[in-house]
């Protein structure tokens, strides 16, 4: 259930945590709107999964996922509120087996040349990369991708404007995840406005 195809109409994701599943469908339609095509909503909040079924509910023409994917067991609860993907920090033989199991496409993390070898191995081409900058960032993505060129990655972690425009110049990054342009402070205000420009800037970078 490799999710490479998922992301070609926008190579920035946003990745959200909500507080408050009351603002999920404003902020997915702002996200919209802006021209986001999917949204990711961290499983780290205890209405995280009633904000990934709100959006899948009422804003269908927004891909939703859930990020932060840890545990087996989740998939099969993201799966039935609707979720379209899953992203993990990383990978365990479980959490691969339940994304099989329930049909969902998954981007399994990794972070040594080891681990992504063997996510291939289990059909795995996509793969997140986190947290990219504290794993080296841009120069570790190219020195991986000279021996690994069969992979893509989906970086995310400590990317913001400045960065995203190197990161989506490596050929072996498929997309990137960005908080940058949904500021919690922006969320807790209800600042929708704020957020639609921020994220009209950010795309603008996806479609450079």
Do not use: H
Not at 67 to 87: D, H, L, M, N, T
Not at 139 to 149: D, N, T, V, W
Not at 170 to 190: E, K, N, T, Y
């Amino acid at each position: 259930m490799d999710a490479s195809k998922l992301f070609s109409k926008s190579r920035i994701v946003p990745v959200v945590v909500i507080e408050d599943a009351a603002i999920a469908v404003d902020l997915a339609k702002t996200l919209r709107d802006a021209g986001a095509a999917s949204i990711e909503v961290t499983l780290r909040t205890a209405c995280a999964l009633e904000a990934i079924e709100l959006i899948a509910q009422q804003v269908p023409d927004l891909l939703v996922g859930a990020g932060s994917v840890r545990r087996p067991e989740q998939i099969a609860q993201i799966a039935a509120r609707g979720a379209s993907f899953a992203v993990s920090p990383g990978a365990t033989e479980l959490l691969i087996d339940a994304a099989i199991s329930q049909q969902m496409p998954l981007v399994p993390g990794a972070a040594t040349a080891s681990e992504m070898i063997r996510l291939s191995e289990r059909g795995y081409q996509l793969q997140k990369f986190f947290p990219a900058e504290m794993l080296g960032g841009v120069p570790m993505l190219k020195a991986l991708s000279g021996p690994l060129p069969e992979l893509k990655f989906f970086p995310t972690g400590g990317i913001n404007a400045a960065l995203a425009k190197d990161y989506l110049g490596l050929a072996c990054v498929s997309c990137i995840g960005g908080s940058w342009f949904v500021p919690a402070a922006m969320l807790r205000d209800r600042d929708f406005a704020g957020i639609r420009k921020l994220t009209v800037e950010a795309m603008g970078i996806g479609a450079a």
